[in-house]
């Protein structure tokens, strides 16, 4: 379909929308708030009116996906649906699976997100690495092979992943600056062979973090941010944070503090539309 | 159904039939050596040759989740199947999926794993901490309530996760000894409560690793030993590095070196008879 990397792509939504990227957690209590029972065809219809709602408004959306396995099969036969739906309007797919294994095992999940004729098949996939970045060499080239994206989680939001994240390996180095500089590394190698500025490798940095951390301007690639509105940051918090990153590089997520505004379509692309314009003023 | 702790019945299972647990990773290459095409209804075909030549020589299986989401709902359908015949055949299922997000996101994952209404619920589920174990809040909660077991990613058997796993915190403790320490510590309050001998909260921990790295005798509840076989570890290694922990705490996973025996019957009863001797001489 593109013939794009995933950086480049991003780049283009961002700049053709906003920053924002809006997450959909089904979680019992916001289908309730919607006035949903908790059900798979629920979650279907709330995913519905989101893409009716967004659409033109914002460019890149994150399903949550622990939120549709709650149902089983059936659940992720509605996530299909709904991937499959928001991609063929023209909206960039963030799967958040979070998935972490060794190294066969990962590219298994790589053939279930990354790969075009799976029918999980996303515009990139969320993942983690306490079992090392090495571990993810198959899942990098597959989704290089397939121009598709990877977050890895780097930083994140909550504060109980402080201490491990911010542990040190034997050269003093932290693993959240370790992970950044693998990734870094890997980006730097397809930029040069592709001639493009961002890679298509990402980093999930939690808004709520300080920029004295980590050397956020060395990725050369994209930034995938919780932590606003929920959790506690705001724009300007993100626009301090990542300043100097390439623009278009930075997508920042918010779940609750938008579909909060639903079911009514008009008030959920109001407040995407508020956050976006925030947000693309924050970044600059 | 039961009415006991999950690290409980995994020792009687232990007992009654032998410490290896058999995984289940239908890979496109596995699914090719027995003769099968990479499609869901090969890969239920192959879980139910499993059941039949396994029943009564081995007690737990741990179907790989990679290899089943590979095929989308699809595929979870039959992996959603396959633990419900497994269960209802007596064996004890941990689901390997290695879920891994923040708190509230945990808890969908528990909806899908550990809760009895949930058609994928198992027995046990891994997961891995990199945001915390202090985020595993919920989740170790549901699977207590639920009389169900967690294993948590500590020390893995792959060489690439060496790095981050030993990386230290500002006490100088190695982030594998800090989570084994965080799982022990909700194990005593279990025990104590319970009045039992060994928690519920387990560890996965390499058969590749040292018995100087960790004070494995210190968790009080189960081990899911991956590396023997297609790692190179072997029996007497595990026997080892095991040594003075609760007998039938341990189990210790082969998928490759038992699937490789298929897809007769008789020949993967033998090899998975065979292995589990070597395991329960070895562990004493």
Redesign the interface.
């Known amino acids: 379909m593109s013939s794009q990397a995933f950086g480049e792509r991003l780049r283009q939504t961002v700049a053709s929308t906003s920053p924002l990227c809006v997450g959909l957690?089904p979680?019992p209590a916001l289908l309730s708030q919607w006035g949903l029972e908790d059900t798979p065809g629920a979650i279907a219809r709330m995913g519905a009116i989101l893409l009716d709602a967004l659409d033109g408004v914002v460019g890149v959306l994150k399903p949550?996906v622990?939120?549709f396995?709650?149902?089983?099969?059936?659940g992720?036969?509605v996530?299909?649906e709904f991937i499959g739906n928001a991609r063929s309007r023209g909206f960039l797919v963030i799967a958040d699976a979070?998935?972490?294994?060794?190294?066969?095992?990962?590219a298994?999940?790589g053939?279930?997100w990354l790969r075009p004729e799976?029918?999980?098949c996303a515009d990139a996939l969320t993942v983690?690495?306490?079992?090392?970045?090495?571990?993810m060499e198959q899942v990098v080239a597959q989704a290089l092979e397939n121009e598709k994206g990877l977050f890895l989680?780097v930083a994140?939001?909550?504060?109980?992943?402080?201490?491990?994240?911010q542990?040190?390996?034997d050269t003093g180095e932290s693993?959240e600056a370790?992970l950044l500089r693998d990734l870094a590394k890997r980006n730097a190698r397809e930029r040069q062979e592709r001639g493009i500025a961002v890679g298509s490798l990402g980093a999930v940095v939690g808004a709520t973090r300080s920029v004295k951390e980590l050397a956020l301007t060395t990725l050369q690639g994209p930034y995938l941010v919780p932590g606003v509105g929920a959790q506690g940051a705001t724009p300007s918090d993100v626009g301090k944070l990542f300043q100097g990153c390439y623009p278009g590089s930075v997508v920042v997520n918010a779940s609750r503090s938008i579909l909060a505004a639903g079911p009514k379509g008009s008030a959920l692309r109001k407040a995407a539309g508020e956050l976006g314009d925030e947000l693309r003023s924050a970044l600059g």
Chains 1, 2 share one sequence.
Do not use: C, W
């Open positions: 957690d979680s949550q622990a939120f396995e709650r149902h089983g099969s059936t992720i036969a996530l299909e979070k998935r972490g294994d060794i190294d066969s095992t990962m298994a999940y053939d279930a799976s029918p999980l983690t690495a306490y079992l090392g970045f090495g571990a989680v994140s939001s909550n504060p109980e992943g402080r201490t491990l994240q542990a040190t390996t693993l370790m």
